[in-house]
């Protein structure tokens, strides 16, 4: 199972961002897939999460409409749209997946298994 993130960069408070995740080694239709993040200093938390066969999303509350995960299965890749940006979004970013779990809300509170690299996300003016 490999998970690889892109998309990462600086942008401005107020901007959008989309990470992409490209996953190989399993089917993407068949475990729950998700983002998680880490900041400086502090512990990782989940982001999003989407369930099997894209059925539910899972998202924490302080996301607060902020940010869409979706992903195409015919290029194996889960996306994650991030709006109004803000520096406390400022984190490393992870593509994660546990393919015991079809759950959204499951995998967002669990420690999955398998984990991309991540991909750094700067917010700042």
């Known amino acids: 199972v490999q998970l690889q993130a892109s998309g990462g960069g600086l942008v401005q408070p107020g901007g959008s961002l989309r990470l992409s995740c490209v996953a190989s080694?399993?089917?993407?239709?068949?475990?729950?897939v998700g983002w998680f993040r880490q900041a400086p200093g502090k512990e990782r938390e989940a982001v999003s999460c989407?369930?099997?066969?894209?059925?539910?999303?899972y998202y924490p509350d302080w996301v607060k409409g902020r940010f869409t995960i979706s992903s195409d299965r015919a290029k194996n890749t889960v996306y994650l749209e991030m709006n109004n940006l803000t520096p406390e979004d400022t984190a490393v970013y992870y593509c994660?997946?546990?393919?015991?779990?079809?759950?959204?809300?499951?995998?967002?509170?669990?420690?999955?298994?398998?984990w991309g690299q991540g991909t750094q996300v700067t917010v700042s003016s």
């Open positions: 080694g399993f089917t993407l239709n068949r475990p729950a």
């Open positions: 989407l369930s099997t066969n894209n059925e539910i999303t």
């Open positions: 994660t997946t546990d393919l015991g779990q079809s759950s959204s809300h499951a995998l967002c509170h669990m420690r999955p298994t398998n």
